[in-house]
Nanobody
Framework: QVQLVESGGGLVQAGGSLRLSCAAS????????MDWYHQAPGKQRELVSV???????YYADSVKGRFTISRDNAKNTVYLQMNSLKPEDTAVYYC??????????????WGQGTQVTVSS
């Protein structure tokens, strides 16, 4: 079993910055992609950013140039540095981690979500 713990959300003014963290623990053998999603009130959950095991990254158009995803493989942790935040970035942010467990099972784990609120 794999657990994810997120931290770093909060309230910030437009133009400000936040850094989200998501630490994975449990019966982990390997981690493949580590992703961040967000879900605004009344909207579907959307993919924000991805980082692969090889370090390749993807960003949604809405966050390109403002957000940076990174990972620390030694700590099984993924980060999302969010700069120049806009009110439309307000959402619950979820991390998602996929990989293989220590006994060979494939996992697809979700964090509990962390609220990001950007005031205008």
């Amino acid at each position: 079993q794999v657990q994810l713990v997120e931290s770093g959300g909060g309230l910030v003014q437009a133009g400000g910055s936040l850094r989200l963290s998501c630490a994975a623990s449990g019966s982990i053998f390997s981690i493949n992609a580590m992703d961040w999603y967000h879900q605004a009130p009344g909207k579907q959950r959307e993919l924000v950013s991805v980082i692969t095991s090889g370090g390749s990254t993807y960003y949604a158009d809405s966050v390109k140039g403002r957000f940076t995803i990174s990972r620390d493989n030694a700590k099984n942790t993924v980060y999302l540095q969010m700069n120049s935040l806009k009110p439309e970035d307000t959402a619950v942010y979820y991390c998602n981690v996929k990989g293989r467990g220590s006994t060979g099972f494939v996992y697809d784990a979700w964090g509990q979500g962390t609220q990001v609120t950007v005031s205008s």
